[in-house]
């Protein structure tokens, strides 16, 4: 019933990560904050999916202007 292999932690933790991990990893990190998912809907400026998370459909401008008169 006992299984000594069983209790040993995956190795991942303590292995560095290769080079191509770090750019792939790189690469996600870019394309989500990167990516044009819409436009504004006042002035029609491409939006990223981060800035669609921030200000949903205005973009920065034009959130500020709506909502704090800036
Ligand atoms: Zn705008």
Same mark, same amino acid.
């Given at each position: 019933m006992y299984?000594?292999?069983?209790?040993k932690r995956?190795?991942?933790?303590?292995k560095?990560p290769?080079s191509?991990?770090?750019a792939s990893f790189?690469e996600?990190?870019r394309?989500?904050?990167h990516?044009?998912?819409t436009?504004?809907e006042y002035?029609?400026?491409?939006? &990223?999916?981060s800035?669609?998370n921030? /200000? $949903?459909?205005?973009c920065? &401008?034009?959130?500020?202007?709506?909502? /704090? $008169?800036?």
């Amino acid at each position: 019933m006992y299984k000594p292999n069983s209790k040993k932690r995956p190795t991942m933790e303590s292995k560095k990560p290769t080079s191509n991990q770090i750019a792939s990893f790189a690469e996600v990190v870019r394309h989500v904050h990167h990516e044009i998912v819409t436009t504004c809907e006042y002035c029609g400026r491409p939006m &990223t999916r981060s800035d669609v998370n921030d /200000y $949903g459909s205005f973009c920065e &401008t034009c959130y500020m202007k709506e909502y /704090y $008169g800036l």
